[in-house]
């Protein structure tokens, strides 16, 4: 089973002919702006406000993120998708969804504070925790284990897909989050075809 970079990301495109994909990536653009104009406004608040005001928008853009991921996940899968799917953070098992958000969250945090290099390293190993909670039905732990296991010597590749993608992020930038409307679906589509390809790999050389 060979990494096949290039063709992940032309199957991405194909999926993307879907209009629901754009209208899901608006709104998600939309929500993101809104979750920064939070988060700007929230640093001029009051010491006492600021931190239980970060977690709340920190946690809705988490929520979001989910479904946002559940969303494309069914894309990819050529399955039937609504505009609600990407509020299925809300609304699917809602309390593990959070505390979901708050576990990566923490240990993200933690890595970083232990000098950055920690950080990095959980970032790539927990880079599939949230598409595992949206596709499979699982435990909380049983995802961050997976996710975990899926990155075992896979976190280069990976860091290689994210090199690819710079000019598209810059874009992304230059636009100021505009060309995320196509930007972000063509990543995450392509990440979800990653991510099958690892889980794949990791059955195939369960077999044998």
């Keep these: ?4 970079l290039l063709s992940m990301k032309k ?10 994909v754009y209208l899901m990536s608006l709104l998600r653009a939309v929500l993101q702006i809104i979750g920064i104009v939070l988060v700007i406004r929230v640093m ?7 931190i239980p005001v970060y977690i709340i928008v ?3 853009l988490g929520l979001f993120k989910l479904g946002f991921i559940g969303s494309m996940i069914k894309q990819a899968h050529e399955k039937k998708t609504g505009f609600l799917d990407i509020f299925a953070g809300f609304y699917k098992k809602p309390l593990k969804a959070v505390v979901s958000i708050i576990i990566k969250q923490f240990i993200l945090f933690l890595g970083f504070l232990l000098l950055y290099i920690p ?3 959980a970032f790539y190993r927990l880079r599939f925790f949230y598409y595992e909670l949206m596709k499979e039905d699982k435990t909380i732990m049983q995802c961050l284990k997976e996710s975990n296991d ?10 290689k897909i994210d090199l ?3 000019g598209w992020y810059l874009l992304n930038l230059i636009t100021l989050n505009i060309a995320s409307i196509y930007v972000k679906p063509f990543t995450t589509i392509t990440y979800v075809e990653y991510y099958e390809y690892l889980k794949g790999k990791k059955a195939m ?3 044998e």
């Design 119 to 121: 950080g990095i390293f």
């Design 44 to 50: 001029n608040l009051h010491i006492n406000w600021l």
């Design 58 to 60: 920190i946690l809705l």
């Design 164 to 166: 690819s993608f710079i």
């Design 1 to 4: 089973m060979n990494f096949d």
């Design 150 to 159: 899926l990155m075992k010597g896979n976190c280069i590749e990976l860091l």
């Design 11 to 20: 199957r991405s495109i194909l999926v993307m002919k879907k209009s629901s």
């Design 205 to 207: 050389l369960g077999k």
